[in-house]
């Protein structure tokens, strides 16, 4: 079976003429009144250099002649379109009775005068207005016709001897032709230049010639017509009485024509609510027909009025449904449909449309792998309308979806699984406030997809208990967020900030450790050690700001960073463009940070710069000034005191004298390994309801090997389970002394990336070898400074290097490996 093909010329601003010379011409005449784009385009399909302010005959003169499909276009438009309106008069002259030669004259008259008005249209202003001028010089040539037959027989009615019958005739003669002639040239005006040269540009020129043309035509019928009746009156009343009568109906025609031509020139305008009505039942029966036959192809959606009618601005009810059925039965032809009108003046059927096919989408939701790929297939998203950020909700969901499902370890998928469970109850309950129709029409969607998260929450727990894997809630490589429950300890150090954060000096702060000390993870959960008054704003320096590559950009970055995560502390802080720091960044960001003091209202910001040597290296790059940026910091820090400052940083201020030098006073906080507690707290209860259990001397084996350092106590522990879920169940869930011996290998390897980073980047070939040889003495082995300096002279710095990074130690007259994990990388 073939799919549905798509009809032709459908659905397309670019359709193709019918080869019909009489068809194809009022194809053209169709276009100019209702699809000015279908007319364009088939201009540029004729001749790339056409449009509608093109000449034909100067285009003919320049060269062009030889292009048949010009000739086509010259002799339908100029001279078959003036041409049918003038064989509809002569059909009406021969149904009235009039002599066979009367009605040649007329038509042969309305066909010159056709002609001859296209001709000068197209030279004074393209061929848009040669063919609509033509026309209107053919309806005004053919109601010319028309009055003169109606002048005879009211000059034949007053000869006769009544008079007054004979005016009126007259009048009503002459009042017809000039509201004719008025209303068909101000009609070609007004199409002509609103294809051509714009609205504005065709309303002018339609009134300034339908007025004209009303005028002059009604005065010239109104004397002529009143001289006819005058004679006649003359007769029997005199001569000038008629000329009077005359007179007066000229003008008063002439008022008339100028009247005609407003409503032609209008008739874009008052068209759409005349003929509303009627487009309605047509739209109507053609959704019914479309119903009835089952939405069989070619649909008749096609003929609709908002694919053919480009000047309809007016909503059309249920086109949307109409789109909906067709998209629904046949998605080829529905797809143009959309398409097509998305860019109409009716875009609205095809967003309303498109937000519904988003929500069966997301509706035929069965389980997480389809809730994890549904933000592919959403569309609406992406539109800007009242509805996209409801859509972005579940765009968003569906992603932390996927990245739960993409943990390696079923506790990890549990944990944040769970976080996206809490998101849709508080969604569910936003959506229970509101009654938005969007929101109505969501409601039963976010809480299916409440229930299938929850229940596969469930389905994890029940295959974890039924095979007793042990689910690992260690988290490695990566910064713990303020979500995550594994987070330990670090009480001491929250204390010591808040008290140097109420010292009234206002000293700057820098937190300092070594790499993989939770720096990182201290600063996204410090909102949890601090008082509730004190909004921690952490910026990640390694992030957009130091990589932006002038100062509005590092400063519209740096309160970009500031903003999110205010309002995970519910702070609401005002918005930065980029736009206003282009001229005056630093003045601007000034400015922000006063409307941010009072957003405050009577917390305190602290301000967390992580990875402070980022920036440093961006600035000796020339990216950014010295001066302007640290002094900016500097002033935040002096003036600001609602705003304090606090680095973070694996390097101390003295290593940067450039930062020394702006930032006075700086206090510094040392985070360094975790208290043995808390250590043991990571290793035996990570969690709540951690199932491995440890004999005592498997811990206090884990806190040998890692000296309480936070980053390998996850590393070792994290292996602990992964030796202990390959185990037979019957001993899976205790860990013993060998268990651990046995997960040093595969810690070594699986933390590679951080070893590897202290023997390439934190230290240099003497300090590798120094470190070398240590390890190589055994475990706890304390090495003499004699020994060190007998087998490396002159290496004082190297040693001070050492001890600064938390490598060695200095114990008695000798060094040793602080944490003996690492010992075991240099052996």
Not at 330 to 355: D, F, M
Not at 639 to 660: C, N
Not at 764 to 785: K, N, P, Y
Not at 800 to 822: N, P, S
Request: proline share 4%.
């Amino acid at each position: 079976m073939t799919s549905p093909q798509l009809p032709p010329n459908a659905y397309t601003n670019a359709p193709q003429q019918h080869p019909n010379l009489i068809l194809g011409s009022l194809q053209l005449l169709f276009w100019l009144v209702f699809h000015p784009s279908a007319w364009r385009n088939h201009l540029k399909r004729i001749d790339p250099i056409l449009d509608t302010d093109s000449s034909l005959i100067i285009l003919f003169r320049q060269g062009r002649w030889r292009n048949l499909a010009l000739w086509w276009l010259f002799i339908q438009g100029y001279f078959i379109l003036p041409i049918l309106p003038n064989l509809l008069l002569g059909l009406t002259l021969w149904m009235l009775g009039q002599p066979i030669l009367n009605i040649a004259f007329r038509v042969t008259e309305g066909v010159a005068v056709g002609v001859v008005f296209s001709v000068a249209g197209d030279l004074a202003g393209g061929v848009a207005e040669g063919v609509a001028v033509g026309m209107a010089g053919a309806v005004a040539g053919t109601v010319a016709g028309a009055v003169a037959v109606g002048v005879v027989v009211a000059v034949a009615v007053g000869v006769a001897g009544a008079v007054a019958v004979g005016v009126a005739g007259g009048v009503a003669g002459a009042v017809a032709g000039a509201v004719a002639v008025g209303v068909a040239v101000g009609v070609a005006g007004s199409v002509a230049l609103n294809v051509g040269s714009g609205v504005a540009s065709g309303v002018v020129f339609g009134v300034a010639f339908g007025v004209a043309f009303g005028v002059a035509g009604g005065v010239a019928v109104g004397v002529a017509v009143g001289v006819a009746v005058g004679v006649a009156v003359g007769v029997a009343v005199g001569v000038a009485v008629g000329v009077a009568v005359g007179v007066a109906v000229g003008v008063a025609v002439g008022l008339v024509g100028a009247v005609a031509a407003g409503v032609g020139v209008t008739i874009n305008s008052w068209r759409l609510f005349l003929s509303f009505p009627f487009l309605f039942v047509w739209n109507y029966l053609l959704y019914r027909l479309d119903k009835r036959r089952n939405g069989k192809s070619p649909c008749l959606l096609r003929f609709h009025s908002a694919i053919w009618d480009e000047w309809q601005h007016l909503h059309l009810r249920g086109l949307d449904e109409h789109l909906l059925f067709v998209i629904e039965h046949n998605p080829v032809e529905g797809k143009a449909a959309l398409e097509y009108l998305s860019t109409s003046p009716q875009r609205w059927a095809a967003q309303a449309a498109q937000i519904e096919l988003d929500a069966l989408s997301l509706q035929d939701c069965s389980d997480v792998e389809a809730i994890r790929k549904a933000r592919r297939s959403l569309v609406s998203s992406e539109l800007k309308s009242e509805f996209s950020p409801l859509l972005q909700i579940f765009s968003r969901i569906s992603e932390d979806v996927d990245a739960a499902l993409n943990q390696a370890r079923t506790y990890n998928q549990r944990l944040l699984l769970r976080d996206v469970a809490d998101k849709l109850n508080l969604q569910l309950q936003n959506f229970v406030r509101s009654s938005d129709k969007y929101t109505i029409r969501f409601y039963p969607i976010i809480k299916s997809w409440r229930e299938i998260v929850t229940n596969y929450i469930d389905e994890l727990a029940k295959i974890t208990e039924l095979h007793q894997e042990i689910d690992s809630p260690y988290i490695i490589g990566v910064p713990l967020t303020r979500e995550q429950e594994i987070f330990t300890g670090r009480d001491d150090i929250g204390l010591r900030i808040e008290q140097l954060l109420r010292d009234r000096r206002r000293p700057p702060l820098l937190l300092y450790g070594q790499r993989r000390m939770g720096k990182t993870s201290l600063l996204n959960n410090i909102g949890k050690l601090l008082p509730s008054n004190i909004i921690p704003m952490f910026v990640d320096l390694q992030g957009a700001p130091s990589s932006a590559s002038d100062h509005a950009g590092f400063l519209y970055n740096l309160a970009r960073d500031m903003e999110k995560s205010a309002k995970k502390q519910a702070v609401i802080l005002p918005s930065l463009a980029r736009e206003v720091l282009e001229s005056d960044p630093f003045t601007y960001f000034y400015e922000w940070l006063d409307k941010v003091e009072q957003a405050l209202e009577q917390n305190t910001a602290l301000l967390t710069l992580d990875e402070f040597e980022v920036l440093d290296n961006a600035i000796a790059k020339g990216r950014f000034d010295e001066q302007d940026i640290l002094g900016m910091l500097r002033h935040l820090i002096q003036h600001r005191p609602r705003f304090k400052v606090l680095l973070a940083g694996s390097h101390t201020i003295e290593e940067y004298q450039r930062w020394s030098s702006y930032l006075i006073n700086v206090q510094v906080v040392h985070i360094s390994y975790l208290k043995e507690a808390e250590a043991r707290q990571l290793i035996e209860r990570p969690v709540k309801d951690f199932t491995l259990r440890y004999e005592p001397n498997a811990v206090e084996r884990v806190l040998q090997l890692t000296r309480c350092h936070p980053f390998l106590v996850q590393l070792l522990c994290a292996e602990v389970i992964v030796l202990k879920n390959e185990q037979d169940p019957s001993m899976r869930r205790l860990a013993t002394f060998a268990d651990v011996e046995a997960a040093i290998p595969e810690a070594l390897q699986s933390g590679g990336f951080f070893f590897a980073d202290i023997q390439n980047n934190q230290v240099d070939a003497t300090g590798q070898a120094i470190l070398r040889f240590i390890a190589a003495q055994g475990e706890g082995a304390i090495v003499s400074r004699q020994t060190l300096l007998q087998q490396f002279p002159d290496a004082d710095i190297t040693f001070k290097l050492l001890l600064q990074r938390e490598l060695i130690e200095e114990v008695d007259d000798g060094y040793r490996f602080q944490v003996e994990l690492i010992r075991h990388w240099f052996i």
